[in-house]
C-alpha cells in the first residue's frame, strides 16, 4: 500500500461546481497535512495546511479524518484557474530514525473545470 | 523575495557525465530536500538535510549524492548520468520538522 493515495483524476467540472478530492495515507504517526497545487510544468505550491479541526480558505475547505487516516479537500463555485494537479502531502517526524523531515506526497488529482 | 532559486533551469547530458544541480533559499530554513518527479510517479524524495550539517537518504538516494554547504544551500551532485535519472527535480526548504516546505521552480534534465 502506497503512504499516501489519491484518486488520480481527472476530474472535469464545469465552472461553479463544487468538487471534493480525498486522499488517504497509511502511516498513524502522520503529524502534519497539506494540500499543494501544481500547474503543469511548475513547481508545487502550498495551497493550504490541514488541522486537525479543518480549515477554511475562501473557496477552499481542508478537514482530516484522523480515525480513518484521510484528508479532504472541498472547492465551492470552482473558477477555471482552479484547474490544476492537487497534490495531498503528509509529512511524518522520523524520530526512531535520528529525525529529519519527511514529507510524502501522494500522485496528485487533477482537475479541469471547464465553461 | 526569491525563496527557493534552483540552477540550471533546464540541462542536457550525455550518459556518463556529471553535473550538480544548485539550490539557495533566503528564507533562513534549517530543512532542505531534493526531489525528483516523473509522470505516474509523483514526487519522491532524493535525500534531505534536516539541519545544516546532517544529510539523509530519502527514498531514491541511488546514482546522488549531497552536499548541505552551509544553511542556506543544498547542492545535489550526479556523479555518471544515466538516462534514468531524466526527470524534473525540484529543491524545497522548510522551516523546521513538520513544515510545509516551498520549493524551487525545477530543473529540467535529459540524460541522452
Known amino acids: 500500500r502506497k503512504e499516501v493515495e489519491q484518486d488520480p483524476g481527472p476530474f472535469n467540472v464545469p465552472e461553479g461546481a463544487t468538487v471534493a478530492f480525498n486522499c488517504t495515507y497509511s502511516?498513524?504517526?502522520?503529524?502534519?497535512f497539506f494540500w499543494y497545487r501544481q500547474d503543469c510544468r511548475k513547481e508545487p505550491k502550498l495551497l493550504m495546511s490541514v488541522y486537525s479541526s479543518g480549515n477554511e480558505d475562501g473557496r477552499f475547505t481542508a478537514q482530516l479524518n484522523r480515525a480513518s487516516q484521510y484528508i479532504s479537500l472541498l472547492i465551492r463555485d470552482s473558477k477555471l484557474s482552479d484547474s490544476a494537479t492537487y497534490l495531498c502531502v503528509v509529512n511524518m517526524l522520523r524520530i526512531l530514525t535520528g529525525g529529519g523531515n519527511k514529507l510524502t506526497f501522494g500522485t496528485g488529482t487533477q482537475l479541469k473545470v471547464e465553461l | 523575495n526569491a525563496g527557493v532559486t534552483q540552477t540550471p533551469k533546464f540541462q542536457v547530458l550525455k550518459t556518463g557525465q556529471s553535473m550538480t544541480l544548485q539550490c539557495a533559499q533566503d528564507m533562513n530554513h534549517n530543512s532542505m530536500y531534493w526531489y525528483r518527479q516523473d509522470p505516474g510517479m509523483g514526487l519522491r524524495l532524493i535525500y534531505y538535510?534536516?539541519?545544516?550539517?546532517?544529510?539523509d537518504k530519502g527514498e531514491v538516494p541511488n546514482g546522488y549524492n549531497v552536499s548541505r554547504l552551509n544553511k542556506r544551500e543544498f547542492s545535489l551532485r550526479l556523479e555518471s548520468a544515466a538516462p534514468s535519472q531524466t526527470s524534473v527535480y525540484f529543491c524545497a526548504s522548510s522551516k523546521g520538522q513538520a513544515s510545509e516546505a516551498f520549493f524551487g521552480q525545477g530543473t529540467r534534465l535529459t540524460v541522452v
Open positions: 502511516n498513524s504517526a502522520s503529524q502534519s
Open positions: 538535510s534536516a539541519s545544516e550539517g546532517t544529510t
